[in-house]
T-cell receptor, first 112, second 115 residues
């Protein structure tokens, strides 16, 4: 069964460093998303991406964040200058024309 | 703006007991979808069910059942004859059908099944 994959599973970085989180959505899906979950809290929407552009973003998704679909399979989230409060689990999700979003296993980002 | 409330933060039941997880939602839109996701200790989010706002039929899938009532804006989830493998955090979520891409999640209910 097709699934969303994410790499790395865990990333440790120093404050101020840039990180790129990678996702491979399900191959025939058209809509792509990033969410984050701070430890023990609820899952929060960051950004949605369709037809090679951002379709919606939350107030969390400020100028330090960017997304890209550099080729036909990968979908990346870049954080330019990480802060301590960026430490969280980051989930990628994708969907086809139906509304259920399928999530990857997540990347745990730890900023020290 | 839409909102999802899961008032039960933690529930513990003994194995084989039935348990119901509550979900109440708020939206001004008439067309929307509701979801339940399971987050086991390993951390991934597993899709369980989708329901659209025009379909109030209850659904049963094995030991899982869902009760959708528009009159009370609730979408409750019942596990029958619970098993230890059901231990997880369960999230209820809402998405609007038009123009709004994001899933709005509730705060989750941590369910612990005691052997």
């Amino acid at each position: 069964e097709p699934e969303v994959t994410q790499t790395p599973s865990h990333q440790v970085t120093q404050m101020g460093q840039e990180v790129i989180l990678r996702c491979v959505p399900i191959s025939n899906h058209l809509y792509f998303y990033w969410y984050r979950q701070i430890l023990g809290q609820k899952v929060e929407f960051l950004v949605s991406f369709y037809n090679n552009e951002i379709s919606e973003k939350s107030e969390i998704f400020d100028d330090q964040f960017s997304v890209e679909r550099p080729d036909g399979s990968n979908f990346t989230l870049k954080i330019r200058s990480t802060k301590l409060e960026d430490s969280a689990m980051y989930f990628c999700a994708s969907r086809s024309l139906s509304y259920e979003q399928y999530f990857g296993p997540g990347t745990r980002l730890t900023v020290t | 703006a839409q909102k999802v409330t899961q008032a039960q933060t933690e529930i513990s039941v003994v194995e084989k007991e039935d348990v119901t997880l509550d979900c109440v939602y708020e939206t001004r839109d008439t067309t929307y979808y509701l979801f339940w996701y399971k987050q086991p200790p390993s951390g991934e989010l597993v899709f369980l069910i989708r329901r659209n706002s025009f379909d109030e039929q209850n659904e049963i899938s094995g030991r899982y059942s869902w009760n959708f009532q528009k009159s009370t804006s609730s979408f409750n989830f019942t596990i029958t004859a619970s098993q230890v493998v059901d231990s997880a955090v369960y999230f209820c979520a809402l998405i609007l059908s038009f123009g709004n891409e994001k899933l709005t999640f509730g705060t989750g209910t941590r369910l612990t099944i005691i052997p």
